[in-house]
């Protein structure tokens, strides 16, 4: 059985050809970019065309490339970006640039909405005591799609007059192949107007009232693993596929990748390490940590949820790292020769260079410690103030120390994420890192060895998002009976077992970089501002 999983991500979508059989397998991938769009005001924008160009280039190419024929497809799925918000008329097209989840332009009429009288972590009292009765959290971030809905309800009204639905990334994917307007559960949930408490699940007209939310705006919520609608003629003519293929209610990043790692048990901890990056556990009861940002959000499978810390930038700050630090110039180089080029190259791209060299750093980089925050951050603290930094830095500190410390304060973030959520909860001794970072075996050392657990890759750790898009296609059609049994059909691949010498280093590194942020939260708010 062949299907197609889309991967939705925040600069570029890949179309993933997958079979179902005894086991999920990728046959092959297609890539295409499009824009981020970051505005003066804080807004991060993109474009549904472009989306869309980038499906129907990347699905005939991927159709041209295996010789699978139109016809054999028999399921369309996504793994998308969440928190993203598409307002659409009622012939589903678009109203506006799309609003990632990045975007950051509504801080003042969240503190108008928000802050005032008697508060807890910046919200009204009686406001949070409602969210958290009805849905076990609460918008507590600017970076929330109900303020990005706020802020063109106060800011764009004629967008606003016009809306017909309120649709996340891949809703609006689903209804441009299908004419349907649907969402799923963890996409509903992450408007945080999504009732999970007392009784049946549905969108509550308490939270919308309260946040002056038109309800009509909302629309149907429908499993993930649910038939969503055909695929139409028109977009089928436009990808070059055949109508009548079934599109399924897919989910987005935070639900799915956790399934493409096969960690889908109660008790099971994920790692992510992408543009962004998070930690995740799934859980059966719903919990929340107002203070450290952390909330059990619904995930893909009913009465289970997936307890999830996030933070803005992990293989963003890598990706910059690359750009400044290693590719920069300034035009004052003698010679210069590209590593990746050279007869004499054993490595196949530069990251792979760059692994290589940050693995010849004594482990805690002679003292340098980085924050990770080039975007702001999320969990244990909300700031989108809160920015990067290289600490200690001396008179023989060398490129190579600045390098690896960028590895090593990413998975001090993640380390201390894991830390908060076994406040609340128990974390698996034994993780599942996916994603980009899980290519590096240096990377997946070092995150061991800082965290102190096992760390485990999967095949195709970088696809691991499209992988679980095709897991909920095998439930959907019935060839698999829940999603718990993913783990048995995805195959490992490596393991790392945490390197003792290295504790002492990474424990006294760690407490500095955990101290960084308390030490500049005003130096931030007076540059940033």
Known sequence: MYVIAYDIGTTGLKACLITIEDKVELVAGEYATYGLYILENGGAEQDTEEWWQAMCKTTKALLEKTGVKASEIEGISFCSQMQGLVLVD??????????????????????KTENYGITVSDVNIKILLRSLLETR???????????????????EPEVYEKTYKWLDVKEYLICRLTGKFVMTPDSAYSTFLYKTQGGKAEWSKKLCKIYGVNYDHLPEVIPCTAVAGELL????????????????????????????????????????????????????????DINAM??????????KYNYFAEMETAGKCFEWVKDHLVLDEINIYMEKHNITESKENEFESLYDYMSHVINEVEAG??????????????????????????FNIQIDTKKREMLRAVIEGICFHLKWMLECQDKKIKTSDTIRFVGGGALSDVTCQILADITGRTVE??????????????????VGCGKLDNLGQAKDIIKLDKVYKPNLE????????????????????????????
């Open 365 to 390: 980089c002679n003292g340098i410690i980085f924050a990770p925050w080039l975007h702001g951050n999320r969990c244990p603290f909300e700031d989108p103030k809160s920015a990067g930094m290289f």
């Open 137 to 155: 959290a609460a918008s507590t971030s600017v970076k929330d799609p109900l303020w990005k809905y706020k802020w063109v309800q106060a800011n």
């Open 233 to 288: 003629e028109g977009p089928a003519s436009e990808l070059g596929l055949v109508p009548g293929i079934k599109v399924y209610g897919s989910g987005g990043d935070a639900t799915l990748i956790g399934v493409g790692a096969g960690a889908t048990e109660i008790g099971e901890t994920h790692l992510y390490w992408g543009t962004s990056g998070w930690v995740e556990t799934v859980i059966d009861k719903q919990v929340v």
């Open 502 to 529: 290295h504790k002492d280093v990474y424990d006294r590194n760690y407490q500095v970089f955990k101290n960084l942020y308390k030490s500049n939260k005003k130096n931030f708010e007076m540059l940033n501002s």
């Open 90 to 111: 009622k012939d589903g097209k678009a109203l506006r640039k799309p609003m990632s989840y990045m975007d950051q332009r509504a801080s003042e009429i969240m503190k």
């Open 294 to 303: 952390i909330a059990g959000i619904v995930g893909a499978e009913e009465d």
């Open 457 to 474: 890759t999967v095949d195709n750790t970088k696809d691991a998002g499209a992988i679980g898009a095709a897991v909920l296609i095998a």
